[in-house]
């Protein structure tokens, strides 16, 4: 009896597993084929793009946020680029946040800046504000010096300044391609309803970068950036731009979003406390505006891209990732009242349980699913056979996937000209599976360990080698 129900439990847990590997792959699979439906609705309306792009005057202004903590190397380069944007009325404002280096003092020599009385509505409360300054050289460029209170803080100061109804977060370590506010605000002016759009996110290691701007995409030399490549292809393309024909994208990433002011203020602003701001910030608006019975949109636009640089090393790439999975802990489990709530929709019916059954509790049933195989082949409690299957769902699949976001990569904006550059990201389509996702994965679970125990988490010191230089 005991050696029968011994076996029936190892049965059971290797039925959940293959079951969960599946449903994960499945669900990934369903993504990728709304993804190819929007992308191809998509190329029917890049006919217009060709024709003479002018502005209408009717275009909502825009107030661009850009924290700085530490920035002096790059900041000066970084908001050149964005004063060179094309688009009609915007205006810059860096949040100086308390930075121990010399960046308050690069802005204030290389933008002419000076102290400014403002008059400001102070409607998200943050940390000390030291003082207000105003470029003499550009109108549209002004800056916050403030004490330290991390990124959150600072874009709440930034949005008790800006002017405009719409604001577009953007880090000041990030690149702007020229059109990339004309092609985020789109949504806003195609459909009242819109109150959020994220813009796509890309690796700029290897690329060629003059005057704050890239010039030439090419791929990074370095291998923990060059899979990093094809992870962003895979979460940007079709998972995101999947999620939004739901209209049930739970992220926008900080790098590069555009907001609605006052839904955003409404909402209570960023959240000071949690790692995850940005995240934490479009799942309390789903969940509030679901809850006012509030008709909205929150969409992804693939076109415009932000250029970012990503960790090259192991250590700096795993606390990145162990912060990111504590970030989607603490967004999930603050926003715990949208699942299955009755004016959920398709965020709190189908978003929310799909992240918190493959993205939040996804690495501990992994790791564990890993072991448990694992284990019991060495130890003859399952057939090759099964083991084989398993091997199959978790690693083909995964390839599957990872192939078909390079293929609607190609399809669609064909941003790697190069055939040898195309080899290299089908090479690492197929390699990424053997080592690097599982690496990530066991990344993750310390993440949700950390989340789960209420350690502090650092953000530990991000090491750049600078845009402007071939990496």
Request: aromatic share 12%; hydrophobic share 45%; proline share 4%.
């Amino acid at each position: 009896m005991g050696v029968t129900s011994h076996h029936l439990l190892v049965d059971i847990a290797t039925w959940f597993i293959l079951g969960y590997f599946v449903a994960l792959n499945a669900g990934y699979l369903a993504l990728n084929f709304l993804s190819l439906a929007s992308l191809n609705r998509g190329r029917q309306e890049k006919i217009l793009e060709e024709l003479p792009q002018v502005f209408t005057g009717l275009d909502p202004a825009i107030s661009v946020l850009v924290p700085a903590y530490n920035e002096a190397a790059g900041i000066a380069a970084s908001i050149r680029s964005m004063l060179q944007l094309s688009y009609s009325d915007f205006e810059i404002i860096v949040i100086n946040d308390g930075s121990r280096d010399e960046t308050l003092e690069v802005l204030r020599r290389e933008f002419a800046l000076a102290p400014f009385p403002e008059a400001v509505n102070i409607r998200l409360e943050t940390q000390r504000i030291r003082g207000y300054y105003r470029s003499t050289r550009h109108a549209n460029l002004r800056v916050i010096d403030k004490d330290n209170g991390g990124k959150a803080d600072s874009l709440n100061a930034g949005i008790n300044l800006a002017r405009h109804p719409l604001f577009c977060g953007v880090d000041a370590d990030s690149l702007l391609e020229r059109d990339s506010l004309q092609r985020v605000v789109r949504p806003f002016l195609r459909d009242w309803r819109v109150v959020a759009t994220g813009g796509t996110v890309r690796v700029a290691n290897g690329c060629d970068v003059q005057d704050g701007f890239l010039t030439r995409v090419r791929l990074p030399t370095n291998a923990w950036a060059l899979f990093q490549v094809v992870e962003y292809l895979r979460a940007f393309l079709f998972g995101r731009l999947g999620w939004s024909q739901l209209n049930a994208m739970l992220i926008i990433s900080g790098a590069f979003g555009l907001f609605k002011t006052s839904v955003v203020v409404a909402a209570g602003g960023y959240r000071p406390n949690t790692i995850g701001e940005d995240m934490e910030l479009v799942v309390r608006m789903h969940r509030t505006l679901r809850e006012q019975g509030t008709d909205y949109r929150v969409e992804f636009v693939p076109e415009p891209v932000c250029w970012t640089e990503a960790p090259e090393d192991r250590t700096t790439l795993r606390n990145q990732r162990i912060r990111w999975q504590r970030g989607l802990s603490e967004s999930l489990s603050a926003n715990w009242g949208l699942m299955f709530n009755r004016r959920g929709g398709p965020p709190g019916w189908i978003a929310f349980p799909f992240m918190v059954a493959f993205e939040w509790l996804g690495p501990l049933i992994e790791v564990g699913g890993y072991v448990f195989m694992l284990l019991a082949y060495l130890s003859g409690l399952i057939s090759w056979n099964a083991f084989a299957v398993f091997l199959f769902v978790a690693i083909g699949l995964g390839i599957l996937l990872s192939a078909s976001g390079l293929l609607l990569e190609e399809l669609a904006f064909h941003m790697y000209p190069r055939l040898s550059d195309l080899a290299m990201l089908a090479l690492l389509v197929v390699a990424e599976n053997f080592g690097y996702r599982q690496l990530n994965t066991w990344w993750r679970l310390i993440g949700l360990y950390r989340w789960a125990a209420q350690r502090e988490s650092q953000w530990g010191e991000m090491k750049r080698k600078g845009l402007g230089t071939r990496t």
